[in-house]
């Protein structure tokens, strides 16, 4: 492998809370009559903020909300997510994902996490990852969530390594797009790796190690 870093989307990357976040939305939306908010709407949420997230489901409904009821709605989806990541722990860590972490690391990677989520420091505890990673940037450190490239151009400040040096692994079109603003080279799993602009498509998570 030419890269000397690797950073990893986490959401629909390391771990599956992607479903989480859609059940999640789906009973907000439910509670609030936004009808016909669907898998295809949640699609438009992966990669992007909570905020940003929150305004897929509101197209869905006829009331306006203000910026305070909007927030308070954010808050109220985080909250059911939350009680879904409940029971999570080390077992929701596949098998393939750890040992792949393992293998790069053995060959002197690099490795980070490139998150737009700000719930990133708590799921990688549940996961066992607390303290893996040589670096971790998530939603609570940029203001701007992909498909602006700023969360992994953070991760690879962190790493000391420049974009040209490192490869994001992506699920999203945003998380994609990000990569490629940033000026990486992006390898896609599930929905990113049919996605155009990624450069190396995964059949499986650790088809990693065969770039
Ligand atoms: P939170 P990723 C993203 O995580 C999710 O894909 C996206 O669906 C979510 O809206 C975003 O995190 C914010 O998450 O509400 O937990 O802060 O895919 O960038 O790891
Ligand atoms: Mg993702």
Redesign the pocket.
């Known amino acids: 492998m030419k890269f000397k870093g690797i950073i990893f ?5 390391l771990c599956s809370t ?1 479903e989480y ?1 859609y059940l999640a939305w789906k009973a907000l939306a439910d509670a609030i009559g936004a009808d016909g908010f669907s898998r295809e709407d949640n699609k438009l ?6 905020m ?2 929150l305004e897929v489901v509101l197209k869905r409904c006829a009331k306006q909300y203000s910026d305070v009821e909007k927030l308070a709605l954010a808050e109220r989806k ?1 909250e059911i ?1 939350k009680s879904m990541l409940g029971n999570m722990s080390e077992k929701d860590l596949s098998e393939e994902v750890y040992s792949t972490l393992l293998a790069l690391r053995e060959r002197g990677l690099k490795l980070a996490v ?7 420091p708590l799921i990688l505890e549940k996961l066992g990852l607390g303290s893996f990673f040589d670096a971790v940037a998530d ?1 609570n450190c940029v203001m701007r ?2 498909p602006h490239p700023d ?1 992994f151009l953070l991760a690879a400040e962190y790493l000391k390594l420049s974009p040209e040096d490192c490869l994001v692994v992506e ?2 079109t945003a ?1 994609v797009e990000a990569g490629v603003a940033g000026g990486f080279a992006v390898a896609g799993v599930g929905e990113a790796r049919g996605y155009g602009k990624t450069n190396y498509p995964l059949g499986t998570f650790s088809d990693i190690l065969k770039i």
Request: charge should be negative; avoid cysteine; charged fraction near 30%.
């Open positions: 989307d986490l959401d629909g990357v992607d976040h949420q992966r990669g992007v903020s909570r940003e997230s985080n997510y490139g998150s737009s989520s700000k719930n990133t939603g969530s992909k969360v699920d999203a998380g």
